[in-house]
């Protein structure tokens, strides 16, 4: 006799990820969700809670790209780390509103060495010759200043504020999918509801006037190391 293969998700995922799947409805309102989420975040550190939705856009249409930007009421929980690309008195500036990295050329060659450690990146509108030339380095990693997302700007202070009180850039993939962290698993529920609804109310903003049909397709809400949760999309728009 044969023997039985195992299934792929059994060899992917642990014990701890099958238990969590013990009790899984199919859909949830959002506050059963997060109240689900956060008994299934049960790791040795402070899980990330994220959400996936899943647009009805073109990605291959220019003109259908969802790409934004939005602050969080509540914070993301984390240390937000900020580099900036300054000269003479915005490079001032940018320090003393607490940039971890400042600088022009230098700053440059050691993103290209591959000394990233920053989660966002801001530039001033005469720095972009500079940074233009990182496009491949900080591009695939989200990290490119752009003037629509406020990050090429003369204001730094008002930028590297913004990046650290927790806002958010969201990007739908080729897929259509924008995927968000909305902060941590240790957050009470309202804060997460508040970061979830101020979330998606920016990409319902963000719809491309071209897009067709039903724009928001589907939602999930899962932890770092936990299962994906459907939400009920009609109490998701409430």
């Known amino acids: ?20 799947l013990d009790g899984v409805a199919k859909i949830y ?6 109240a689900t989420i956060k008994t299934k975040a049960n790791a040795k550190f402070d899980e990330t809670i994220e959400i996936s939705l899943n647009l009805g856009i073109d990605t291959k249409s220019s003109d259908q790209n969802v790409r934004g930007v939005v602050e969080m009421p509540a914070g993301l929980g984390k240390d937000i780390k900020v580099a900036v690309f300054a000269r003479g008195d915005k490079a001032d500036e940018a320090k003393k509103a607490g940039a971890e990295h400042v600088g022009a050329d230098d700053l440059a060659e050691a993103i290209t060495k591959g000394e990233i450690e920053f989660d966002r990146c801001i530039a001033t509108p005469d720095m972009m ?11 695939p990693r989200g990290l490119m200043p752009n003037p629509k997302l406020g990050t090429v700007t003369p204001d730094v202070v008002k ?3 913004s ?4 806002s958010v850039e969201f990007r739908a993939e080729k897929s259509g999918i924008v995927h968000a962290g909305i902060g941590k698993a240790s957050f009470d529920d309202a804060k997460l ?8 109310a920016a990409v ?6 071209s897009a067709k049909g039903t724009y928001l397709q589907a939602a999930s809400l899962s932890s770092t190391m936990g299962p994906g949760l459907t939400l009920d999309l009609t109490d998701l728009a409430a």
């Open 1 to 20: 006799m044969a023997k039985t293969k195992k299934s792929p998700i059994a060899k992917k995922h642990g014990k701890r990820y099958a238990a969590n």
């Open 29 to 34: 309102k959002l506050a059963d969700a997060i």
């Open 129 to 139: 010759a500079v940074v233009g030339k990182l496009g491949k380095v900080l591009g």
């Open 159 to 161: 930028a590297i504020n």
């Open 163 to 166: 990046a650290k009180a927790g």
């Open 193 to 200: 509801n508040d970061n979830i609804k101020a979330l998606v």
């Open 204 to 209: 319902n903003k963000a719809k491309p006037s």
